[in-house]
């Protein structure tokens, strides 16, 4: 037997054994994939062990993200970090091999990965970004940024949508240095997969304009190993290899579905070790470290290569190595100073503020990206003078995503790690629940992604209740670790950046269609997410955010001139004030006998805020098809109908 197939039953058995000590996982992918994954490590994934964030580095992503344990094993084995004690402790709390791939807690995680497709559109986004600062740094015989982006995918990964938006979107991009490794074992959880799912993979690859490789046999390693190295080659498109595996390969299961996620009894590991020969899988021997040390000095070769490579490159290049140190360069932004006074003072609609901003900050961070599905006019959200980004253009600062809002979001998550900077991404508000999964894992992996929405109440008007949003902010502020931003002017959007650009977390602005009247609150005061905007002590307290700020202010006014003193506060973000000390918390909420929250939502979370005894003032009902002054009335969002249910409660 040669050392090659000696590496991969070991790879097998370990996998076995860490999920059956963890008495949970996929042992159906994990052996049966083996093949692909030990080929990846040892022939073509170029890694610096030492350095994580060694930026030339090769990107692997996991979108089957159930591997995991063949994932861990294979960078236990190749010497990537992983102790003994560690594969031991997989799936067990707090250790850093757990059951899915997660991004900050193990050094080599390049993505969160779990939810089925997302991890093929995180991988089409490192792709843009490789090709981002390819074209802008890269000249000849100096390939600084050359990497190539791995993705590993089953066969659930490419029946999802999000897959199918991010593949597309791929191939017209040329993304020629994005290799997908398929696990084509045509079994899913409930059976095969031919159940569901009667397509011709490689023709729809090739017609989505990817470069298609078929191996047939997924578990012989020169095949494998030389289909990754045709890929490698591909000028012009991006890379699909369907390698036909079996699932749970060797088991007594091997081929049925019944083998996904059940893991071997402690007898049949036994019987699985001794067909394969090994006794003990955490013991490498002698000739199989051999390997792993062969991989590490081709892969230190390779590196000594580029630092000499990158040497002359600074010294030959002054000006061109400049701008590089300046485009990866983390300098501390000051949102407040982005825009002059006379800008501010201005009665602007939050996606107009919002687009003047974005051209300033573009100006400050080279590498703040991103796009929009289909929608530049209506949301504004766009780099004036960044350019679009095509196969043709690589350095445009601008990506037009279509229609294709699940993917978008994936794809901005991937490009905000390989950048390590912020990007964006909009659509109307009330298609953030196409996105919902995106905002998610950016949250979960706590990565700066900024989702920015327009048309953020039912004031959108005509085009009726299905692009008015009134359920759309209590679910997004449902999300842990994300900053939900509804700004009332200008400046407030500001301020509501600069908490974002401090942060350094997701962020979702909801920003409005029509004109707002500029308030110009204190931006000490904005950091704070709530704060008090006019009024000290009274008999109603009005909290308030977006849109809906002016017209609480002009409620105050009414209520004051009929001798009932009132209170308003501004709320642009709930998460920021959460964060603050109690006493300033209870001290703002303490300022009216009567708390009011008014909001153009359907959100419950104002409970937290207003207590059972308060009046929560909001949209109960999906919108209506008509004008939005004309919806103000109907939904009694009008100065006059909020004073008047104000009055009866106080009555009471």
């Not at 008007?461 to 931003?485: A, K, M, S, W, Y």
């Not at 008999?539 to 955010?545: C, D, F, K, Q």
Request: with cysteine; proline share 3%; glycine share 8%.
């Amino acid at each position: 037997m040669n050392v090659n197939q000696k590496c991969i039953n070991q790879l097998r058995c370990l996998s076995a054994e860490i999920i059956t000590n963890a008495k949970s996982g996929h042992p159906g992918v994990a052996l049966g994939a083996t093949t692909i994954m030990y080929a990846l490590f040892k022939d073509h994934y170029f890694y610096d062990v030492k350095d994580h964030n060694f930026m030339a580095r090769d990107r692997l992503v996991l979108s089957a993200g159930h591997a995991s344990a063949l994932y861990y094993s294979a960078a236990y084995m190749f010497n990537f970090g992983l102790t003994e004690n560690d594969l031991k402790n997989f799936r067990k709390l707090n250790s850093i091999t757990p059951g899915h791939p997660e991004y900050g807690v193990t050094n080599f995680v390049e993505v969160s990965t779990g939810p089925l497709g997302q991890g093929i559109a995180n991988a089409v986004g490192m792709a843009i970004g490789q090709t981002m600062v390819a074209s802008r740094f890269n000249i000849n015989k100096y390939p600084v940024f050359d990497n190539y982006t791995y993705c590993f995918a089953g066969d659930g990964c490419l029946m999802e949508g999000v897959a199918q938006e991010a593949i597309s979107l791929a191939g017209t991009l040329k993304l020629n240095k994005l290799i997908l490794l398929y696990d084509y074992n045509n079994i899913t959880i409930d059976g095969k997969a031919e159940m569901a799912n009667s397509e011709n993979v490689a023709k729809k690859f090739r017609a989505m304009n990817w470069n298609v490789i078929t191996v047939n046999n997924g578990n012989n390693y020169f095949f494998v190993t030389n289909a990754i190295a045709r890929a490698k080659k591909s000028k012009n498109k991006p890379t699909v290899i369907i390698f036909k595996t079996q699932i749970g390969y060797g088991t007594q299961n091997a081929g049925k579905n019944t083998i996904h996620g059940k893991p071997l009894s402690v007898e049949e590991l036994n019987e699985y070790k001794q067909k394969f020969g090994i006794e003990n899988p955490y013991l490498l021997t002698k000739e199989i470290k051999d390997v792993a040390y062969k991989t590490l000095q081709r892969n230190n070769l390779q590196l000594e290569k580029w630092n000499n490579m990158f040497a002359v490159y600074k010294t030959s290049n002054p000006e061109l190595y400049k701008q590089l140190n300046a485009f990866v360069e983390n300098k501390s932004i000051d949102a407040t100073k982005l825009l002059k006074d006379d800008v501010i003072a201005q009665n602007l609609s939050g996606r107009d503020a919002n687009e003047l901003i974005l051209k300033e900050l573009s100006s400050k961070m080279p590498r703040l990206c991103g796009g929009n599905a289909d929608l530049v006019p209506s949301t504004k959200v766009y780099i004036k003078e960044g350019g679009d980004y095509s196969a043709q253009n690589r350095r445009g600062k601008n990506i037009h995503f279509g229609i294709r809002e699940h993917a978008m979001g994936a794809v901005c998550n991937g490009l905000t790690i390989y950048l390590n900077n912020p990007t964006f991404c909009s659509t109307f508000l009330a298609f953030s629940n196409y996105m919902i999964p995106p905002i998610r894992m950016s949250a979960l992996m706590n990565i700066p992604t900024l989702f920015m929405y327009s048309h953020d109440s039912y004031k959108v008007g005509e085009d009726g209740p299905t692009h008015q949003c009134v359920d759309q902010l209590g679910q997004l502020r449902l999300i842990p670790n994300l900053n939900v931003f509804r700004p009332c002017d200008t400046k407030e959007l500001l301020g509501c950046y600069n908490i974002a650009l401090k942060d350094k977390k997701p962020c979702v602005f909801a920003l409005t269609k029509q004109n707002l009247t500029n308030i110009s609150a204190d931006y000490t005061e904005i950091q704070k997410g709530g704060y008090i905007l006019a009024g000290d002590f009274g008999e109603v307290e009005i909290l308030a955010t977006g849109s809906e700020v002016e017209l609480a202010l002009k409620v105050k006014n009414i209520l004051d001139g009929q001798d009932i003193k009132t209170v308003v506060c501004s709320f642009p973000c709930l998460e920021k004030f959460d964060a603050q000390a109690k006493e300033y918390q209870d001290d703002v909420l303490s300022r009216g006998k009567l708390l009011v929250s008014l909001e153009a939502s359907n959100d419950n979370i104002w409970y937290k805020y207003i207590g059972k005894d308060g009046l929560k003032l909001s949209i109960e009902d999906f919108g209506k098809s008509a004008n939005g002054s004309v919806l103000d009335d109907y939904f009694g969002f009008v100065p006059t109908g909020i004073v008047n249910k104000i009055k009866k409660i106080l009555k009471n």
